[in-house]
């Protein structure tokens, strides 16, 4: 991880952490499609990932830790694992307020709003 990411790492923990103990809305947009989740934010780590062949799972994640749910067009789920993982291997940028936050990776966007 490069200096400039390791700051921006510890601001978007920074920001996170402020969050704990609210609801957040995350949607998250891969080219045409877009998932919509919300989590009870009660803890926020960062995770190191054990090594996948294909290469598609990021080696470090953060972690969002608190019971949600997987939101679709007819209804909802429970999340699975009460966690959800936001990737910062291939971090773009990010921009943070006191209500939003977005970070974009070479993957997808990721959009989170404190409720």
């Known amino acids: 991880m490069t200096e400039k990411n390791n700051e921006q790492i510890q601001s978007i923990l920074k920001a996170l952490n402020n969050w704990k103990g609210t609801n957040i809305s995350i949607n998250k947009q891969e ?8 989590i ?3 803890d926020v780590e960062i995770v ?3 090594k996948d062949e294909d290469d598609y799972v990021d080696p470090y994640t953060i972690q969002l ?3 949600g749910t997987v939101v679709y ?3 909802s789920s429970p999340l ?3 966690s959800y993982e936001l990737p910062i291997r291939q971090l773009l940028s990010f921009e943070a307020s006191q209500e939003f936050l977005t970070i974009k990776t070479d993957r997808a966007t990721y959009t989170l709003k404190n409720k």
Do not use: M
């Open 31 to 38: 080219k045409d499609d877009i998932d919509r989740n919300t």
């Open 40 to 42: 009870s934010l009660e």
């Open 48 to 50: 190191h990932q054990v």
């Open 65 to 67: 830790k608190g019971k």
């Open 73 to 75: 067009p007819n209804g």
């Open 80 to 82: 699975p694992l009460n």
